[in-house]
């Protein structure tokens, strides 16, 4: 860390070189003079600046950062509603320090417009706040923060860097529903009692209404008495509260990833199948997860309760922090580089290979080579990503027991790669996904997740969101998956993000010409899967953020008795 000059310093000194080349060249005294005087006032300012780089050096200022409780219920964080992030600066020098600017370092989920600043005097502590927007739910980290200090005159600064990573849970955003629009016709498969009614054929229940007799009606359901007063065959209608088993297969695929950060069909997904939770479990009823893309990646089996909303909310986030080797579009070489300088910035640890060891050197079993060439050292780099998950999850030897059991297992066929990948997960490194698959991979994750959905009893809803890409490419596999489904659920219904929607928007005719085209190209990518879905009896339902969860739901409902 070294001082350096800023624009005005630079501008001066420019000056002064200025000064001294004229008068040089015209033998003007009082130029070179001049010259002369503000080189060295220059100098001495930097002197006296320079004092403070010693100041960083020695640690002798700290940064702490905090998140208070958000505005949603229990002090949630959900995308798209700002929070507030408070900074504390302390001086523990002799000095003051001016800090012009705080550029804090955080996942790509975030935004911060604003770059802080403070003047902090010798032994005092200051705090400042300044305004973060998430763009998307999941595990949101900050990294650090860069802090720019300056002279009282503004010509010279020196930047420092502060790592202090914290994670944040965002949630999904809000999305508002009256009810559970999505019902089992003619009751559940599960007989609890639940807080909604069902209209249900039997002699148990209440009353919920007396109708005249239509074909089909049982004979035991007439209302004598109300027959003999009216003069015409009356039936009881009885009603059952009960609870209903709903499952969400929710598809993570690279085609849900896809569009602007926070606005991609995974996004309103993830709000939708959050939506469809929390109204389940107010209404008392069970919900379950499977969430697939060429395979199962979360799985939740279905239970009820505010805990069971809470898990199902942190499944739905651990599908937006994918590091597994089959389901990220990076290799072993990217891998290692990108933890490499993760480290050297954040630990300040070096783990490349200066001096490249003999070619019959046992040491090549634990050396990969990055994109750029560079040796690293990835025995090292494993054992310095372990000992921090343990620093992470807890060092005490118990409790790393039980919190190693809640870490999630990567999957990733190289042990020594296995560590570099958790740790990604766990500081929030962004690994890209995998946008292209194997041919027939696709249904094949679809039968398996429709193989977990069945395994813990009968549903009798299930909502399906995806946009259906790539499952007619295997169809005997996809309509075995479809016909299973069928036959163990109560309802199926499909929710497919809208094609157009999820699109940027146009501001020119030759825009709004290439928004079309990429419109119908994703509409025959999925036109397949929907042709295959309806054949089988599956409402295709086609949604977007502008669209209302309940009215969509309620209407593939209507469209299934209607038919």
Known sequence: ???????????????????????????????????????????????????????????????????????????????????????????????????????????????????????????????????????????????????????????????????????????????????????????????????????????????????????????????????????????????????????????????????????????????????????????????????????????????????????????????????????????????VALVARYLAHQEAIDVRIKVAPPLDDGRWTSIQAGPDGQLYDVAATGRLCRRLIDLMVGSDKNAKGEKRAKLAPVVEPDAQLAPLRQFCRLRGIELPYRTTWEHGKRAHGLMRAVERAVVNGRPDVVVLVSDLAGFAEDEPRAIKALARLRKAAGSVVALVPSTSAFLPVATTPHGERVRELMARDQKALIEPGRRLLTRHGISVLEGSPADSLDRLLSGGRMRRRTG
């Open 1 to 335: 860390m070294i001082p350096r000059l800023a624009t005005r310093g630079k501008l001066i000194l420019g000056t002064a070189l200025l000064f001294l080349l004229v008068g040089a060249l015209h033998g003007a005294p009082p130029l070179v003079a001049l010259s002369g005087t503000i080189l060295s006032v220059l100098l001495a300012l930097y002197l006296a600046f320079y004092p403070t780089a010693i100041l960083l050096r020695r640690k002798k200022i700290e940064l702490s950062w905090w998140v208070p409780p958000g505005d949603q219920p229990g002090g949630a964080l959900s995308a798209d509603r700002p929070f507030q992030l408070h900074l504390a600066f302390r001086n523990h020098g002799s000095r003051k320090l001016r800090i012009l600017s705080t550029n804090i370092l955080a996942a790509s989920g975030l935004q911060l417009d604003e770059r802080p600043s403070a003047t902090v005097k010798r032994g005092q502590q200051v705090e400042v706040t300044t305004i973060v927007k998430p763009l998307a739910a999941g595990y949101q980290v900050l990294h650090g923060a860069a802090l720019t200090f300056g002279d009282a005159l503004g010509l010279f600064d020196i930047e420092a860097f502060f790592p202090n990573p914290i994670a944040i849970k965002v949630f999904p955003r809000t999305v508002p529903m009256r009810g559970a629009p999505v019902r089992a016709v003619g009751g559940a498969l599960h007989e609890q009692v639940g807080l909604h009614h069902v209209r249900r054929r039997g002699l148990s229940g209440e009353l919920r209404e007396l109708r005249e007799h239509s074909h089909g009606d049982p004979f035991k359901m007439i209302a004598w008495k109300a027959t003999a007063r009216r003069g015409q065959l009356m039936v009881r209608d009885l009603e059952n509260e009960i609870v209903t088993t709903h499952l969400v297969l929710l598809d993570v695929g690279g085609g849900m990833r896809s569009g602007a950060l926070g606005k991609t069909p995974l996004d309103w997904a993830c709000d939708s199948v959050s939506a469809l939770a929390k109204s389940s479990v107010a209404n008392s009823d069970r919900i379950g997860l499977v969430a697939f893309d060429t395979r199962p990646v979360v799985e939740l089996p279905p239970d009820t309760g505010h805990h069971h909303y809470l898990q199902l909310v942190d499944r739905l986030l651990d599908t937006r922090s994918i590091v597994d080797e089959d389901l990220t579009d990076v290799t072993a070489g990217e891998l």
